[in-house]
């Protein structure tokens, strides 16, 4: 995950926009809260990166995006919609990263 550049929407009024800048308009996650969970006032800054990950999700493989979608719930579309979005997202970083500045 590369939480730092997603966008959130926390319960459809306060919007936390990325820290670290990818140059495409990054996908965001709404999320609803109650009165006593305190709201962030900005997104994390992420200050070392490496893939730690024994078996990381292969967003081409059909079975692991299945793995993906599965816990979403019926009733959740909104989620449902933007998972493709969210999983080609570190794609589309790469191939960025490759022509512009590292990130």
Do not use: K
């Not at 490496?50 to 079975?63: I, Y």
């Not at 979403?72 to 979005?85: A, K, N, T």
Request: overall charge neutral; glycine content about 6%.
């Amino acid at each position: 995950m590369l939480p730092d550049l997603y966008a959130y929407e926390y319960n459809d009024a306060v919007r936390i926009s990325p820290t670290a800048a990818a140059g495409v308009l990054p996908p965001a996650f709404r999320c609803m809260t109650n009165a006593q969970m305190p709201l962030p006032s900005r997104n994390i800054d992420v200050v070392w990166r490496r893939v730690l990950e024994l078996e990381p999700l292969r967003v081409r493989d059909r079975n692991d995006v299945a793995g993906a979608e599965a816990p979403i719930w019926p009733g959740e579309q909104d989620r449902g919609d933007g998972l493709p979005r969210a999983l080609m997202w570190p794609e589309g970083i790469r191939h960025m990263s490759r022509a512009g500045p590292r990130l």
